[in-house]
């Protein structure tokens, strides 16, 4: 049956298309120039009271979302992206035949609107229209605004559709906007300069992730879609530009969850003369800053300083194991916590059980801001040797509401043990681990 109406309502728009056509009624015009937010009319009239008129006009323009009809006059609500008015249209303003051509309009059309600000006797803002311009005929019915839409498949498919039922999502998007922007602002201010590194890259290289692969036909060879911008970053450093950010898409061919999707936007900065210390400050200081700028009114404190804790610490005290105890033993490891109740795939290697213990055990637990430092070797192998822990290295991540936010280290900076570290990848590679980086002989 609701394919049937679908069809029907498909046929009624269509119908009204040719109407509208024939009485040479333009329903997609070129332009409405002029436009103001709807937030703006809003701003403008906070203090005016009940029944009140003005003589302030506008030119808004957005979606219909709802009508009400009561004779000779109709009141309807039109959407913009900043937010939501009520529109009054009465026949003995606009005259008979406009009125008919704007009552018989359709949720989900766009249209234009000129017209002088007032207060309902209810206290509603509402236009006084004047004047209106169909902009986009619409020839299907939008999502039920009352119901919205809550199908999780369609609406990540066709968040066009997401947008126009769901209030929460287009202030999400803007949300997500203003937050870019802010960070952006933040590291300007500090100093470091936004670059742009290759997406496209002959090795791929900065993080233990599967990249995507691609053809290059002019060149008739193979090229990966970049997991990190980190190696490139790195050779800005080298090259004299001693602060650097990039915010862009990376990607990772690996599975699809909460955490994890193919295409994702990350931030990296990198700073000379700074170790993972420096970092931390900077994170912290970023995060609060950008939330106050963006009004964040959420229950999670981020005053600095944030809690440190390291990582055989945090795996401890959730799960009483000692990973450095058992330190490339993965046998010892595997009956030590299976002893304890923690499970792990007895075929993974020492330094993915330890990241299993992490992920699975102890991150869903750290809900304020914690940074979980000093990590095995094994784990980091681009990060500098810890200054007073063997076998350790200056590496920290960053976790909030149980999902990790940001990782850094200080820099591996000594080529001949930068070397070494690649062998030893090539070596997991060569046993069969396809989560590792590959000898990059130039960034060496």
Known sequence: ????????????????????????????PHSFPGVQPIAEVHAAHDDLEAGAETDARYRVAGRL?????????????????????????????????????????????LIGVDGAA?????????LRVEDFTLLAKSLRAPPDKFHGLEDVE????????????????????IMRSRVIAAIRRFLDERGFLEVETPVLQPLYGGALARPFTTHHNALDRDLFLRIATELYLKRLIVGGLERVYELGKDFRNEGVSQKHNPEFTMLEWYEAYADYED????????????????????DLDLTAPWRRVTLREAIREVTGVDILERRGDRDALHVAAAGRGFELDPDESWPKMVDSLLSKHVEPTLEKPTFVKDYPVELSPFAKAHRSEPGLVERWEC????????NSFTELNDPDEQRAR???????????????QPFDEDFL
């Open 422 to 436: 690649f062998e030893d990848q090539l070596r997991q590679t060569a046993a069969g681990d396809e989560e590792t």
């Open 65 to 109: 979302s709802a009508r009400r009809g009561h004779g000779k006059a109709a009141f309807l609500d039109l959407v913009d992206r900043s937010g939501r008015i009520q529109l009054h249209a009465r026949e003995d303003v606009i005259g008979a035949e406009a009125f008919e051509r704007l009552t018989s309009l359709d949720l989900g059309d």
């Open 154 to 173: 369609t609406r990540y498919r066709h968040r066009e559709l997401d947008l126009i039922a769901n209030d929460e999502t287009r202030e999400l998007f």
């Open 118 to 126: 007032f207060k309902s006797r209810r206290g509603e803002l509402s």
């Open 399 to 406: 976790f909030a509401r149980g999902i990790e936010i940001a």
């Open 1 to 28: 049956m609701r394919a049937v109406a679908e069809d029907r309502t498909a046929e009624d728009r269509r119908a009204k298309l040719a109407r509208l056509r024939a009485d040479g009624v333009d329903p997609y």
């Open 279 to 298: 970092a931390a400050r900077l994170l912290e200081e970023l995060v609060s800053e950008v939330a106050a700028q963006v009004g964040y009114e959420g």
